[in-house]
């Protein structure tokens, strides 16, 4: 029993430190097991199986492309103050190295991507592909991992987290039900997906998706665009007669506008949760929403060919 005592007041004593300058880390919660986690995809998960049990940092938000971002000093000062980390991993938040070091290296983490069955990616990931959570199967495995890790720092709250962990697998399940209803129905042929980057390789093939190709043709969306990839892109989206073309809420939808112009297809009004999910609190803040939100979108989208 005594660690759950030491992690309780641990957590106690930096709630009173902080009392001043939460920031991220929202409403102090004294008692709650303070935890740290990097994506919004993955604060959504963390979020979900911890409840009322724990305190949050969450580094990354709504706006925030993992591809390219930099902790900041108070937030290496959170990581260090945290029982754990829980990183998504493959490569996408690679920055937490230097965050981890500057810490002293003493802070527990939880690489979720070793928990889940990652895809092959591009070269510069480290050849896998880190947009793990938008498959529903990996989020409920990952959601497990979460829930282990809780309980061992908190084993009087185990029962609470194999619940939590359960009830969001049954609202993955649900989301995914939803958009089979609403891609099921579009023929095969009409459903032609071109978006930013790579980001959906986990989501497509659940839905018989064909990926026709990416703007930015790699899993880090600011990996350079050569002119022979626009190209390539723009015949294809003619060949093929896609008429949509996504953009994602966290990248710049230019290049995507002047490929729609080169190739005669439109950019679809409706964007899709990429690398970051919606506000917390909002619909696209979960998961399960955001999944649902995107497969509406490409629905959509595929209709209005
Ligand atoms: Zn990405």
Redesign the pocket.
Do not use: E, I, L, Y
């Given at each position: 029993m005594k660690v759950p005592q030491a992690v309780a007041l641990t957590g106690l004593l930096v709630l009173i430190s902080l009392a001043c300058g939460a920031g991220q880390a929202g409403q102090s919660k004294p008692g709650a097991v303070r935890v740290t986690s990097t994506l919004t995809q993955v604060s959504a998960l963390v979020r979900a199986v911890g409840g009322e049990r724990i305190q949050l940092t969450a580094l990354l938000g709504p706006n925030n492309d993992p591809?390219q971002f930099e902790l900041k000093p108070e937030q290496v000062t959170q990581l260090a103050r945290s029982a754990a980390v829980f990183e998504s991993g493959a490569g996408?938040d690679k920055w937490l190295v230097r965050g981890l070091a500057a810490t002293g290296g003493a802070v527990q983490t939880v690489d979720l991507a070793k928990h889940v069955h990652l895809r092959a990616g591009s070269a510069g990931e480290g050849g896998q592909d880190p947009?793990w959570w938008y498959d529903v199967d990996n989020a409920k495995l990952a959601a497990a991992a979460v829930a282990d890790e809780l309980a061992r720092l908190d084993p009087a709250g185990r029962g609470t987290y194999e619940r939590n962990a359960v009830a969001l697998g049954q609202r993955l399940d649900a989301a995914d039900r939803q958009i089979h209803a609403k891609i099921d129905p579009i023929p095969v042929q009409r459903r032609l997906f071109v978006a930013n980057?790579d980001?959906f390789n986990y989501f497509l093939p659940h839905y018989a998706i064909t990926l026709v190709g990416d703007i930015v043709p790699a899993?880090d969306?600011i990996a350079a665009v050569r002119p022979a990839d626009v190209a390539r892109l723009v015949a294809g989206i003619r060949q093929q007669h896609v008429c949509a073309i996504f953009t994602e809420t966290t990248i710049d939808p230019n290049l995507a506008a002047q490929i729609a112009r080169e190739s005669g297809a439109r950019v679809f009004a409706g964007k899709l949760y990429?690398?970051a999910l919606g506000e917390p609190g909002s619909p696209g803040g979960t998961l399960e929403g955001a999944l649902s939100h995107n497969g509406a979108v490409m629905a959509e989208g595929f209709n209005s060919c």
């Open positions: 591809h996408v947009h980057h980001a899993t969306s990429g690398d």
